[in-house]
T-cell receptor, first 113, second 113 residues
Framework: DTEVTQTPKHLVMGMTNKKSLKCEQH?????MYWYKQKAKKPPELMFV???????INESVPSRFSPECPNSSLLNLHLHALQPEDSALYLC????????????FGSGTRLTVV | SQQGEEDPQALSIQEGENATMNCSYK?????LQWYRQNSGRGLVHLIL?????REKHSGRLRVTLDTSKKSSSLLITASRAADTASYFC?????????????FGEGTQLTVNP
């Protein structure tokens, strides 16, 4: 299995809703990432988990809450989002070391209404 | 904040021609990676070049790195319509698991049949 699987692929939520994005990989990668990408812009790093511990938080608002239940799973809990949070949310994983390339999921297209 | 700039922002060529994209970055790096993204989809890792390497090849791809100028280029030879996508360079400050990967602004490549 050489994939990162993200669910759901599309999500529409109201500003008072609570929802979660899910990400799964079975490549044995020990680092997992959340990126946010707006249209026609590069991905922007949000969070990094290394060995199931949060190692980087790029000053992301608390309405985004990451969770890493185990080495294969990564969640992003969403609460009280704003319309400007609408974007493509990408999950990635990496092995580190000399094989440094990241494997990205197909993303969740989030629309906040 | 993003690492640097890519040049050009958009490139349109005919099938069979070569495409060259350039990337500049600002800080010292451990490695530089190139990714492809089809519209609205996840990113696909193309190639990684380390800071002590000057050139690398993979199929129709050729990447160069000039650390003195903090720049890299991606050459796609004999382009195909299927190469139409956005191309991003990304820099990593380390090689360990969980290193921050920072993306450039990207080049939109269109290959016309």
């Amino acid at each position: 299995d050489t994939e990162v699987t993200q669910t759901p692929k599309h999500l529409v939520m109201g500003m008072t809703n609570k929802k979660s994005l899910k990400c799964e990989q079975h490549m044995g990668h020990r680092a997992m990432y959340w990126y946010k990408q707006k249209a026609k812009k590069p991905p922007e790093l949000m969070f990094v988990y290394s060995y199931e511990k949060l190692s980087i938080n790029e000053s992301v608002p608390s309405r985004f809450s990451p969770e890493c239940p185990n080495s294969s799973l990564l969640n992003l809990h969403l609460h009280a989002l704003q319309p400007e949070d609408s974007a493509l949310y990408l999950c990635a994983s990496s092995q580190g070391g000399r094989k440094g390339g990241y494997t990205f999921g197909s993303g969740t297209r989030l629309t906040v209404v | 904040s993003q690492q640097g700039e890519e040049d050009p922002q958009a490139l349109s060529i005919q099938e069979g021609e070569n495409a060259t994209m350039n990337c500049s970055y600002k800080t010292s790096i451990n490695n530089l990676q190139w990714y492809r993204q089809n519209s609205g989809r996840g990113l696909v890792h193309l190639i990684l070049i380390r800071s002590n390497e000057r050139e690398k090849h993979s199929g129709r791809l050729r990447v160069t790195l000039d650390t003195s100028k903090k720049s890299s280029s991606l050459l796609i030879t004999a382009s195909r319509a299927a190469d139409t996508a956005s191309y991003f360079c990304a820099t990593a400050g380390g090689e360990t698991s969980g290193s921050r990967l920072t993306f450039g602004e990207g080049t939109q490549l269109t290959v016309n049949p």
